[in-house]
Each structure stands twice: as structure tokens, then as C-alpha cells.
């Protein structure tokens, strides 16, 4: 299974290998162009979601490993491993609330996965 996540200029693709490549998208010359600006091999085993934030700095992907790995796109480094599942992950999404006392946004992952729990972290 093949994984895509796609922003206003970016293209995310997680493969069965535990792959993830990122391209950038160009169309200033009324053709489409891929070019690859990252790659990473964090996952032990198959991405199954990926979600590039908003504003198109960081990367999300969860895998059949159990991992969520959250990547700077813009150092081309993964920044943070977060365990807490005991099965696959099968969903990623960024939840923005306002924070009640600071009056600033507070942003949230949450993930789902075949072990039946939702869990949110913090961004």
C-alpha cells in the first residue's frame, strides 16, 4: 500500500518499506514537475498515513510499526518519535483549539489505530 498526503506545494509519499519522499510541486510553466527535496527512512515496517501541516513546515507519518514520526521540513530532520500505540496507525489529523487561559492557539495531533484508541499529543 502507497500513502499520499498533499499540500498547496508539496507532495508526501509513504511506501511499504517504511520510505517517505517529499516533493516539491512546480507548475510555474503550465506543467506539473516533481522534484524530490526529502527522504526518510524512519519506519521499520509500512507507512500508512502521512499529513503535511498547514503551514508546511513539519510531516507526519504513522506506520504498521506503531510509530508516528514527526519530521522539520524545512532542516530535513525527524524531530520527534512518538510511541504509544500497540497497533498500526491507520489516521493522522491536526486539531487547532484556542488555549482557554493563554488566549494563543494550541495545536494537537491526534492519531488512531487498529488498537481501537485515539490518542492526542501535543505539537
Avoid at 503550465?30 to 524530490?36: G, V
Avoid at 508546511?56 to 519530521?71: C, K
Avoid at 524531530?79 to 488555549?99: C, D, F, N, R, W
Wanted: hydrophobic content about 40%.
Amino acid at each position: 500500500m502507497t500513502t499520499i498526503a498533499v499540500s498547496a506545494d508539496l507532495l508526501a509519499v509513504g511506501y511499504t518499506s517504511g520510505t517517505v519522499l517529499v516533493y516539491q510541486l512546480d507548475d510555474s510553466d503550465d506543467m506539473l514537475k516533481f522534484e524530490q527535496v526529502h527522504q526518510f527512512s524512519f519506519h521499520k515496517s509500512a507507512v500508512n498515513c502521512l499529513l503535511i501541516t498547514d503551514d508546511g513546515t513539519q510531516l507526519v507519518s504513522g506506520g504498521a510499526d506503531t510509530y508516528i514520526i514527526i519530521y522539520d521540513l524545512i532542516n530535513s530532520t525527524a524531530e520527534y518519535k512518538l510511541i504509544g500505540h500497540s497497533g498500526a496507525i491507520t489516521h493522522l489529523q491536526v486539531v487547532v483549539t484556542p488555549h482557554p487561559q493563554r488566549h494563543t492557539v494550541q495545536r494537537s495531533l491526534l492519531s488512531a489505530s487498529v488498537d481501537g484508541f485515539i490518542k492526542v499529543w501535543d505539537l
